[in-house]
């Protein structure tokens, strides 16, 4: 059994920027445990490259929900990074922090500390961002923020351009004063390259021999001495290891595998325990619960004008990218999908936008499951729009199946059990129709593929959203912050109620779902905790 002072479960997006910031400030020796592999494949490090590792099993838990009811019965894929980086090492790079308002109210609901006013400036000093320091940016910080809008592709700004004409103001910066308008998704890479928060966070801590790092190591349990967290139980190849926190043990394994392993350890809903054969050290029932995500839903056209599949399906287009990319590390290689897109109220009268758009200059409605779609694009010119309510009702859980650590938790995230959510989605759908009418985009769409021209009603638009619509990967709450043990699991400095040096640092500790994409709230969620450990 080796000892540390810090063990940090889980390489992902919080746990990356928790062991480099805690490396930073000298708080002793830290182990971080991830179950995947190293961050060595060239997939990873490519922008585009996405695509495959978005079916990779070897660098990605490749989960699914339950049999989602309001989904057609459909099971919903949910990719999570199985490799050091986590989910940053994987997804579309698009870095959104969330409304201000989002945080105001997570300090309302009993969280001192996580208003906007702290919680901006934490994103600041992890900041290293294209447009500079400002009141909105910081500059000078680990992790860089590209500015892609003199990047994308051509199709790109006349999505804006539409945008504009269907009511909706241009913003050059959604992570500015507002995050209202549409515009063009500042993304996390850095001269052409990922960047990951283990590149930005993790790799220059272990360069500097401040952090150890532990891979291809599941971590199958907590160990406790009474109510106080210890240490923790791994797996790796056929070994059992046993690692051994003279500090405090923090969890990071994201809104899945956090609650699973608490669980696995004895702590959450004592009759969900107590029906695998565990004995319940502490009945913690909100462990789990809470489980929210966003959902999307697309629109799909043939385009006259040519796309990102043309590109990406012709030889010469590819060897032309290739040689862009090598040698100057810019082009569609270097790029998310997820160019462009913004945020919409659905209503006039709605104090704050409650509603997300995408724009993506490619369509692969050929792709067949497990075949990322990127890979397999339409063999016409294609693009899409997309829409995803920002703050769903909807609500599900996180359960383990079994008490056998390698068999997935149950992840039943209820989408759409909430009708609000449904009749949100049919307002996007609306304003989805409203773009693609606009003097501009009429002019370039061919045909509509889907939904075809026969959605022209509400209810075949319901039966479609139900056909089609799809997380955009967002899973959080499972572990969430709050003052009341009975409905919450960390308080507000990330300790755990009712056990003594153990915290959780990711996702799952959101109080609300945070209006867009998580990774850049998930990471914050890592510079916020270490500021608690260190002033601790």
């Known amino acids: 059994m080796t000892e540390w002072d810090v063990i940090i479960v889980g390489a992902g997006s919080a746990g990356c920027v928790l062991a480099g910031r805690l490396a930073e400030a000298g708080q002793g020796s830290v182990l971080v445990i991830e179950a995947g592999p190293r961050d060595l494949s060239p997939w990873v490090h490519l922008p585009i490259g996405y695509g495959k590792t978005f079916y990779h099993p070897r660098l990605n838990w490749m989960y699914r929900t339950t049999a989602q009811p309001e989904l057609n019965g459909r099971e919903i894929y949910q990719p999570r990074g199985k490799i050091v980086g986590g989910s940053s090492a994987i997804n579309a790079m698009v870095y959104a922090r969330g409304q201000a308002e989002d945080f105001d109210a997570w300090e309302r609901l009993g969280n001192p500390g996580w208003g906007w006013t702290e919680v901006l400036a934490a994103y600041k000093r992890i900041e290293d961002h294209a447009l500079g320091a400002s009141d909105w940016h ?16 051509p199709l790109t700004p006349l999505f804006v351009r539409a945008a504009g004409e269907a009511g909706l103001r241009f913003n050059p910066d959604l992570n500015g004063a507002t995050s209202e308008g549409a515009g063009f998704y500042q993304i996390t890479t850095r001269a052409g390259r990922r960047e990951s928060a283990a590149r930005a966070f993790l790799h220059p801590a272990r360069r500097r021999g401040r952090v150890k790092l532990q891979t291809d190591t599941h971590v199958t349990r907590i160990l406790f001495d009474g109510r106080r967290a210890v240490g923790v139980e791994a797996r790796r190849g056929g070994e059992t290891l046993r690692f051994r926190a003279r500090g405090e043990v923090v969890l990071s394994g994201g809104a899945f595998n956090t609650p699973q392993l608490l669980q696995l350890s004895g702590i959450g809903p004592a009759e969900l325990l107590k029906q695998h054969g565990i004995v319940p050290l502490l009945d913690l029932p909100a462990v789990g619960r809470n489980l929210q995500d966003h959902l999307c ?37 270097a ?7 913004g945020f919409f109220r659905t209503k006039p009268e709605l104090p704050r936008p409650d509603m997300q758009l995408y724009f993506s200059p490619l369509s692969y409605e050929r792709a067949i499951p497990g075949v990322r779609a990127l890979m397999k694009p339409d063999l016409f010119p294609g693009f899409s729009l997309s829409v995803s309510p920002c703050r769903p009702l909807s609500r599900g859980h996180v359960a383990i199946r079994s008490p056998n650590p390698h068999v997935a938790p149950e992840i039943a995230p209820n ?30 769409i061919d045909s509509a593929i889907r939904p075809g021209p026969e959605a022209i009603d509400a209810e075949a638009h319901v039966a479609d959203i139900r056909a089609n619509a799809y997380s955009v990967f967002h899973p959080c709450r499972t572990c969430r912050m709050g003052p009341d043990p009975r409905d919450a699991v960390v308080d507000a400095r990330l300790r755990l109620h009712g056990i003594d040096a153990l915290r959780v640092a990711d996702a799952s500790i959101f109080p609300t779902i945070p209006s867009g994409n998580i990774n850049a709230p998930a990471m914050m969620v890592g510079e916020r905790v270490a500021a608690l450990m260190s002033d601790a």
Do not use: F
């Not at 790029?335 to 897109?341: A, F, M």
């Not at 449904?422 to 609306?430: D, I, V």
């Open 415 to 444: 989408y759409l059990a909430e009708p609000e959510d449904l009749g949100e989605l049919l307002a996007g759908a609306r304003y989805l129709h409203r773009l693609a009418a606009t003097p501009t985009l009429s002019a370039v």
């Open 297 to 333: 839903y697309d629109h799909v056209y043939r385009s006259k004008l040519p796309s990102l599949n043309d590109a990406l399906l012709s030889w010469p287009a590819r060897i032309g990218m290739a040689a862009n990319y090598l040698l100057r590390r810019r082009g569609p290689l």
């Open 335 to 341: 790029l998310s999908v997820n160019q462009g897109g």
């Open 138 to 153: 910081g500059a000078g910080g680990p992790l860089h923020v590209e500015d892609v809008a003199g990047e994308v592709h």
